[in-house]
T-cell receptor, first 113, second 116 residues
Framework: EAGVTQFPSHSVIEKGQTVTLRCDPI?????LYWYRRVMGKEIKFLLH????????ESGMPNNRFLAERTGGTYSTLKVQPAELEDSGVYFC???????????FGPGTRLLVL | AQSVTQPDIHITVSEGASLELRCNYS??????LFWYVQSPGQGLQLLLK??????LVQGIKGFEAEFKRSQSSFNLRKPSVHWSDAAEYFC??????????????FGSGTRLSIRP
């Protein structure tokens, strides 16, 4: 069974540009989470989908970040326009139910110049 | 508010030596506790978790952790480390697993280096 996959693995963009990160959860996992780790800080929760619905988006830093999960399968996280402080590693995780273990993807390393 | 503290930013141990990584949490009730590991270029992998029951939890790769309520700690241990254990280790807590509070709160991580 394939694990959580994320694309791209790395992205380097200039301040003001737009970047879209993609996450494909494990098949059958209704719960999908986004986290990020900015430089030197801890990994922080961004938001949680249950199927296509946003269950908790309390960690989204501002309105430059837009997450979608159309059809309840893969999810995208768009940053528009990107700022320098958005640099970091963006992790996606999925779980079958909210009780079960969250499995993490390898992350997307974003660098905003 | 919940929080997780990993007081050691970087630890170096010799191959074959024992290891203990410290973790303290702040939460009023019994939390759900986790240890994750991130090897270079890899994603986060779950080593072990504590939900309830036996306070000594066995995980993968020979790791174990002990939940001590009186000390609000969940330290990770391994009797003999291998060079492949060099990685960054994250202690984490979740408040609930049945609702929107299932998000995981992470500590800042401890980087483990292994001395040959």
């Amino acid at each position: 069974e394939a694990g959580v996959t994320q694309f791209p693995s790395h992205s380097v963009i200039e301040k003001g540009q737009t970047v879209t990160l993609r996450c494909d959860p494990i098949s059958g996992h209704d719960n999908l989470y986004w986290y990020r780790r900015v430089m030197g800080k801890e990994i922080k929760f961004l938001l949680h989908f249950v199927k296509e619905s946003k269950q908790d988006e309390s960690g989204m830093p501002n309105n430059r970040f837009l997450a979608e999960r159309t059809g309840g399968t893969y999810s995208t996280l768009k940053v528009q326009p990107a700022e320098l402080e958005d640099s970091g590693v963006y992790f996606c995780a999925s779980s079958r139910t909210q009780r079960e273990t969250q499995y993490f993807g390898p992350g997307t390393r974003l660098l905003v110049l | 508010a919940q929080s997780v503290t990993q007081p050691d930013i970087h630890i170096t141990v010799s191959e074959g030596a024992s290891l203990e990584l410290r973790c303290n949490y702040s939460y009023g009730a019994t939390p759900y506790l986790f240890w994750y590991v991130q090897s270079p270029g890899q994603g986060l992998q779950l080593l072990l978790k504590y939900f309830s029951g036996d306070t000594l939890v066995q995980g993968i790769k020979g790791f174990e952790a002990e939940f001590k309520r009186s000390q609000s700690s969940f330290n990770l241990r391994k009797p003999s480390v291998h060079w492949s254990d060099a990685a960054e280790y994250f202690c984490a807590v979740a408040r609930e697993l049945y609702s929107s509070a299932s998000k995981i709160i992470f500590g800042s991580g401890t980087r483990l280096s292994i001395r040959p």
